[in-house]
């Protein structure tokens, strides 16, 4: 049996955006986390078992997306 794939969500990386994107999926229940805090430009979905949260400028969300590196985006 192959290995489950992790679902990475592009996030942005930092500002209005970055809130904004956090607020979005708290309000569907989901609470985006930095485990070394806002430097961390890796995260994860609390309570989602192999969900990752990749943090990006707005360009990288797009670019990830397109080569298929991400499988959820936000960007403003």
């Not at 309000?27 to 309570?47: C, P, S, W």
Request: hydrophobic fraction near 45%; glycine fraction near 14%; proline fraction near 3%.
């Amino acid at each position: 049996m192959a290995p489950a794939q992790k679902l990475i969500i592009a996030s942005p990386s930092k500002g209005r955006l970055q809130e904004n994107a956090a607020a979005f999926f708290a309000r569907a229940g989901l609470e985006l986390t930095q485990g070394r805090g806002a430097r961390d430009y890796r995260g994860a979905v609390a309570g989602v078992e192999g969900a990752e949260v990749a943090y990006l400028s707005a360009s990288e969300i797009t670019r990830r997306l397109a080569l298929g590196e991400a499988h959820l985006g936000v960007t403003g």
